[in-house]
T-cell receptor
């Protein structure tokens, strides 16, 4: 079945440093979504990427979807303590099956 | 908008008890809802896809007689953990999507189930 690998599993940074998490799917995706889960909370949708090579920005967050639609990345510039949480990518393979396959997530901690 | 309510938030009960968890989409209709299980510091594992008016689709390895899903209306899906045992203790979380195909999923707050 479809697998979505995500690295790193953990990342600890000093406030102000940049952060990147990477996602790789075993199959070509119809789209990829990114979610953030704060400690003790539930996943919150951040963004969806659909087009090959797509790049989207949300303030300090930059999301990329690979040309082959099999990999994606999330980059945070100048991290803040409010960025703490687990970032998940989730791939959708399309067709009549619209379920998401989640990566294992990257837990980001930020030292003030 | 797009709020999903999940109830209860926490359950502690004895082994052998059946536990029902509700998932409601408050401000939109959801023909499809999803049930996940999440272990501490782990990813979300999809258990089943709940379809309004029809049988749920279970993922491989998930016992459908153990985890009963009912999606009786466009705003409510329920998950019943039957005859729960300590190994069923986990964080169960539901999600729903406004768009049937490939839209973002909106998650409930989750239910922490502890079986003694």
């Amino acid at each position: 079945g479809q697998q979505v690998m995500q690295i790193p599993q953990y990342q600890h940074v000093q406030e102000g440093e940049d952060f990147t998490t990477y996602c790789n799917s075993s199959t070509t995706l119809s789209n990829i979504q990114w979610y953030k889960q704060r400690p003790g909370g539930h996943p919150v949708f951040l963004i969806q990427l659909v087009k090959s090579g797509e790049v989207k920005k949300q303030k300090r967050l930059t999301f990329q979807f690979g040309e082959a639609k099999k990999n994606s990345s999330l980059h945070i510039t100048a991290t803040q303590t409010t960025d703490v949480g687990t970032y998940f990518c989730a791939g959708n393979s399309g067709g009549s099956n619209y379920k998401l396959t989640f990566g294992k997530g990257t837990l980001l901690t930020v030292n003030p | 908008g797009a709020v999903v309510s999940q109830h209860p938030s926490r359950v502690i009960c004895k082994s052998g008890t059946s536990v029902k968890i509700e998932c409601r989409s408050l401000d939109f209709q959801a023909t499809t809802m999803f049930w996940y299980r999440q272990f501490p510091k782990k990813s979300l594992m999809l258990m089943a896809t709940s379809n309004e008016g029809s049988k749920a689709t279970y993922e491989q390895g998930v016992e459908k007689d153990k985890f009963l899903i009912n999606h009786a209306s466009l705003t409510l899906s329920t998950l019943t953990v039957t005859s729960a045992h300590p190994e069923d203790s986990s964080f169960y979380i539901c999600s729903a999507s406004e768009a049937v195909l490939r839209g973002p999923q909106h998650f409930g707050d989750g239910t922490r189930l502890s079986i003694l």
